[in-house]
């Protein structure tokens, strides 16, 4: 009988945790600029992206928890979306949905000439906040230098790609 009480009280804890939303990491997205939109409801990040050096390549935004366990970790990023290249006047914009408001980090990457891996001297990089990067950081900064608050709409922000 305990065994069964115990049972049941794991069953209902479970039914429980599994109502909860979860944050889902790791989620390929499109960028569908219509979440940002007038009538979007939110929360979600409209990224304005400036800075490119050639309309080349792909670019790959992802967003992140803003916690040191998460940030910049492999297969730590909540939604990513990746595109080629074709920006209008150096700059492109995204909607990243973020699960709820909160505090939050977002990388872009511009891979130039698209073969998926990272060239520092070539390739340009930014975070939320446009934190300096340097050969000292290798283009990585601390989170706290790249966590905003998101709200419940739609927040609006701005990267300045650096190019090494």
């Given at each position: 009988?305990?065994?069964?009480?115990v049972?049941?009280?794991?069953?209902?804890?479970?039914?429980?945790?599994?109502?909860?939303?979860?944050m889902?990491?790791?989620?390929?997205?499109?960028?569908?600029?219509?979440?940002?939109?007038?009538n979007?409801?939110?929360?979600?990040?409209?990224?304005?992206?400036?800075?490119?050096?050639?309309?080349?390549?792909?670019?790959?935004?992802?967003?992140?928890?803003?916690?040191?366990?998460?940030w910049l970790?492999?297969?730590?990023?909540?939604?990513?979306?990746?595109?080629?290249?074709?920006?209008?006047?150096?700059?492109?914009?995204?909607?990243?949905?973020?699960?709820?408001?909160?505090?939050y980090?977002?990388?872009?990457?511009?891979?130039?000439?698209?073969?998926?891996?990272?060239?520092?001297?070539r390739?340009?990089?930014?975070?939320?906040?446009?934190?300096?990067?340097?050969?000292?950081?290798?283009?990585?900064?601390?989170?706290?230098?790249?966590?905003?608050?998101?709200?419940?709409?739609?927040?609006?922000?701005?990267?300045?790609?650096?190019?090494?």
């Amino acid at each position: 009988m305990v065994m069964l009480k115990v049972a049941l009280g794991f069953l209902s804890a479970a039914a429980v945790i599994a109502s909860v939303p979860a944050m889902a990491h790791g989620q390929e997205i499109a960028n569908d600029l219509e979440r940002c939109g007038p009538n979007a409801k939110g929360p979600a990040v409209l990224v304005d992206v400036r800075g490119f050096a050639a309309a080349s390549g792909t670019v790959r935004v992802q967003s992140y928890p803003a916690t040191k366990a998460a940030w910049l970790t492999k297969g730590e990023w909540l939604n990513r979306i990746e595109t080629g290249v074709k920006p209008r006047d150096g700059a492109m914009r995204f909607c990243v949905p973020v699960p709820q408001p909160g505090r939050y980090a977002i990388a872009v990457r511009h891979d130039r000439d698209g073969n998926g891996r990272t060239d520092i001297s070539r390739d340009g990089g930014g975070f939320s906040n446009n934190p300096k990067l340097s050969i000292f950081n290798l283009g990585k900064p601390g989170v706290e230098k790249a966590a905003f608050n998101a709200g419940a709409g739609v927040t609006k922000i701005t990267i300045t790609l650096q190019y090494m």
